[in-house]
């Protein structure tokens, strides 16, 4: 069943408004981040992540961003050309502010962090002179990501692209990706996080992540309660994880649909939400069942956290399907399904 209908006629599949960030992740694994000497540079950030999963998968992708006027800010661009994804309405600051940096930590399979170095991020210089209604208008969805609401002007520009994407009946996905970076206080993010979560049509957390969206509006809700109170606002769809243990999606005609990670050999613990977003998605813009949906999209988070990087490592469909096929011969048919 569709949950949501898209108009095949637009000329982007997804537009993404969001942080483009680097990833430093360590080639001498496996100790404390004070003792890894060495790191190879990918493209990251949520939202430029998702992008180039969805570009990967064969879908049309454009971005709202701000990137530094540097060699990084031309690395993360060319890289986003090298995909296919759009830039056109990706600009430089204009002021000296940098890209985003993250170190990424991973001491064993299961124990890994990440050092973000966001001090007058670029990302968070977005503004609402950036946002472009047309733009907008081509694309039969927009992404919002929770940490370009972090701090203004980024969140006036983000809010402006929710009005505009409302005003001309464009789908709104909010991936409500939290970093404690950049926050004042728990109120600040259960403003703003809601806010745009009563506009969407579809709504990506984690458990916690909800908890902080819903903290100005009722406290200590479970899932299902989660569930309904967001499908009485706008959502058609609202999946909520929780990490190891799976993830479920609830849809406003009141079934369930519930998913489990494949069983890889694990090199991190971070990264796989991405892949998991982006085949997610994949699979509602090709008109899937939601229980095919969610086992795509955890058989790619499944292939991202066993491997080295994020965007770098994205899947294509053929690699996510013989995955999945290969997966089910080991185990059994309904490994992943719960």
Request: contains cysteine; charged residues 30%; hydrophobic residues 35%.
């Amino acid at each position: 069943m569709k949950y949501i209908e898209f108009d095949n006629s637009k000329k982007y599949d997804l537009i993404l408004l969001g942080r483009v960030a680097v990833d430093l992740n360590p080639v001498d694994y496996y100790c404390p981040l004070n003792e890894s000497t060495t790191f190879k540079r990918y493209l990251g950030g949520s939202p430029a992540n998702i992008a180039v999963g969805l570009a990967r998968l064969g879908k049309k992708v454009g971005f709202f961003a701000r990137v530094s006027d540097d060699q990084l800010g031309t690395f993360v661009t060319d890289y986003f050309k090298k995909e296919g994804i759009d830039t056109s309405h990706i600009k430089r600051c204009e002021n000296g502010e940098k890209i985003g940096l993250t170190f990424t930590e991973i001491k064993s399979e299961t124990e890994s962090s990440i050092v973000m170095y966001r001090n007058v991020a670029a990302d968070l210089k977005l503004d609402v002179c950036d946002i472009d209604e047309e733009y907008i208008k081509q694309g039969k969805a927009l992404l919002i990501s929770g940490t370009a609401l972090a701090e203004s002007p980024s969140r006036e520009a983000a809010l402006k692209a929710v009005a505009l994407a409302k005003k001309n009946r464009v789908p709104i996905i909010f991936d409500i990706d939290y970093r404690e970076y950049n926050w004042k206080n728990s109120d600040e993010i259960a403003i703003y996080y809601s806010s745009v979560a009563r506009e969407a049509d579809i709504i990506l957390g984690s458990r916690e992540e909800y908890d902080l969206t819903q903290k100005l509006i009722k406290e200590g809700m479970d899932d299902i309660e989660t569930a309904k109170y967001w499908h009485n606002q706008n959502a058609k769809i609202v999946i909520i994880k929780h990490g190891k243990e799976g993830s479920t999606a609830y849809t406003d005609d009141g079934e369930s649909f519930s998913i489990k990670p494949f069983p890889v050999k694990l090199l991190k613990s971070f990264g796989g939400g991405d892949g998991y977003a982006s085949a997610f998605l994949y699979g509602v813009f090709e008109g899937w069942d939601i229980i095919d949906c969610l086992e795509f999209g955890s058989a790619s988070a499944s292939m991202l956290v066993a491997s080295h990087a994020c965007s770098e490592d994205m899947p294509s469909v053929e690699a996510v399907k013989d995955f999945i096929k290969k997966e089910k011969e080991e185990y059994g048919e309904l490994i992943a399904r719960v």
